[in-house]
């Protein structure tokens, strides 16, 4: 009798096992031209990959008769050739990196309906200095040539090519988000808001900043985010939670006396 249940309990294992096996395969990938993509729950597409060798490329609407709602992550990671792209309007979702290490990459054009920005989808496009984004966009924002999500009030993408020696981030901005600043080497100076409470990852991670001051707002910083900042020195308040990050990650780090009256 033991034995029985044993090998009944077995089997449930088994096909326990086997469903969710086959709840994590992986969407099946179809082919339009240049493009791959996979179909979303609601009958739509996102673009998954490109093989083309377009420089000037407008990303049609739809692909095999399916609307395209979004640029998966990674997408066009990694296509030398880029140099800009117009996102076509049915667009709701970029993914996180999706044209990222598109080295020449200058422009991009971004519709109205993009109400999802992953993490800095443009990092390490060293050229790109143009955002084209609607004034009529409620999601997204472009302010001094700096993308901005409306919806998290979150700092999506300084440009790596955007020529600025210092730069105030706008009061109001609560996340600088993963990769934001990601490789800029023109930025020595960066002024960061008392609204901000978040520092993602990898978010000045090779920049040349010489020094930056974190406000005691700051709660969480994430990892690398001043990786690889060879002379920079983070100015911290007494309490800050960024002092025991920086003794976490052996950052140099002074204490910010309060201003004399």
């Not at 044993?6 to 082919?31: D, H, K, M, N, Y």
């Not at 050739?81 to 979702?93: E, H, N």
């Not at 901005?148 to 979150?154: L, V």
Request: hydrophobic share 40%; aromatic share 12%; net charge negative.
């Amino acid at each position: 009798m033991k034995k029985s249940t044993a090998v009944i309990l077995l089997f449930a294992v088994l096909i326990v096992l086997g469903l969710s096996r086959a709840e994590q395969t992986e969407p099946e990938v179809f082919t339009s031209g240049d493009y791959q993509y996979v179909l979303l729950e609601d009958g739509t597409a996102e673009i998954v990959g490109y093989s083309g060798e377009t420089e000037e490329l407008v990303i049609p609407d739809a692909l095999n008769g399916f609307k395209v709602t979004g640029i998966g992550d990674y997408a066009f990671y990694k296509y030398k050739p880029l140099t800009s792209v117009t996102i076509p309007d049915g667009v709701a979702r970029i993914g996180d990196d999706a044209f990222s290490l598109c080295r020449y990459l200058s422009s991009v054009t971004i519709p109205d309906s993009v109400s999802d920005i992953g993490r800095n989808p443009f990092v390490c496009c060293y050229h790109l200095n143009d955002f084209v984004v609607s004034a009529n966009n409620p999601y997204l924002s472009v302010i001094d040539g700096v993308l901005f999500s409306e919806p998290d009030q979150r700092l999506v993408c300084f440009p790596s090519a955007l020529e600025m020696a210092s730069y105030t981030i706008p009061d109001g901005i609560l996340v600088i988000g993963d990769e934001a600043f990601y490789g800029n080497e023109f930025l020595t100076s960066i002024t960061i808001p008392d609204s901000v409470v978040f520092i993602g990852e990898g978010a000045f991670q090779y920049c040349e900043l010489a020094s930056l001051a974190i406000p005691d707002s700051v709660t969480e910083i994430g990892e690398d985010a001043f990786s690889d900042c060879d002379s920079l020195t983070v100015l911290v308040g007494k309490d800050s939670y960024a002092k025991q990050y920086c003794s976490e990650y052996e950052i140099p780090y002074t204490i910010r006396m309060p201003a004399a009256d």
